[in-house]
């Protein structure tokens, strides 16, 4: 009798962090811009202007979008995929912050950071330091864009 190798199928139960992590990142996407209203133009944080009924639900829904696409390719494929796709992502989040009034830094910092935790988590013999840097510099840019939404430059 023969055996197969085949590698492990990846479950739900295992991208559970990748979905925590773009519910998140999608949340505090959404809501800095809302909260910067409710401080600088004293607004209810429910009130939508044209602007926001448009931008609001996209921006909800690109990290969860970007989640159900590039994360879970990056997430399903070798070892260490996220990290690297982790850093690529961290990249783009420090360049977003000149489109902040998308929250490209909050979604891309967001989806970095989880997958180079996915990527750290997943490393051996010295080559986490993609997926350290990937969690680091896209942490800085989600708290990055975070903060310029609250500050309200």
Same mark, same amino acid.
């Given at each position: ?6 590698? &492990?199928?990846?479950?739900? =139960? ?6 925590? =992590?773009? $519910? #998140?990142?999608?949340? +505090? ?25 448009? $931008? ?7 990290? #969860? @979008? ?5 994360? @879970?390719?990056? !997430? /399903?494929? &070798?070892?260490? /995929?996220?990290? +690297?796709?982790? $850093?690529?992502?961290?990249? $783009? ?13 909050? #979604?891309?910092?967001? *989806?970095?950071?989880? *997958?180079?935790?996915? %990527? /750290? /988590?997943?490393?051996?013999? =010295?080559? %986490? !330091? ?9 942490? *800085? ?7 310029? !939404?609250?500050?309200?430059?």
């Amino acid at each position: 009798m023969s055996t197969i190798a085949t590698t &492990p199928a990846t479950t739900t =139960g295992s991208t559970t962090r990748l979905w925590q =992590g773009a $519910l #998140v990142t999608g949340l +505090l996407a959404g809501l800095a811009p809302r909260v910067n209203a409710v401080i600088y133009d004293h607004e209810h944080i429910w009130h939508l202007d044209p602007e926001a009924r448009v $931008l609001f639900p996209i921006v909800v829904a690109l990290p #969860v @979008l970007l989640a159900a696409t590039v994360g @879970l390719w990056a !997430w /399903r494929g &070798p070892r260490n /995929r996220p990290a +690297l796709v982790g $850093l690529f992502l961290s990249a $783009l989040a420090v360049l977003g912050v000149a489109a902040f009034f998308i929250s490209a830094p909050i #979604v891309f910092g967001g *989806l970095a950071a989880t *997958l180079g935790l996915e %990527g /750290r /988590r997943r490393s051996t013999e =010295g080559r %986490g !330091w993609f997926a350290t840097v990937s969690v680091v510099v896209g942490l *800085l840019a989600f708290l990055g864009g975070t903060a310029l !939404w609250l500050v309200g430059i």
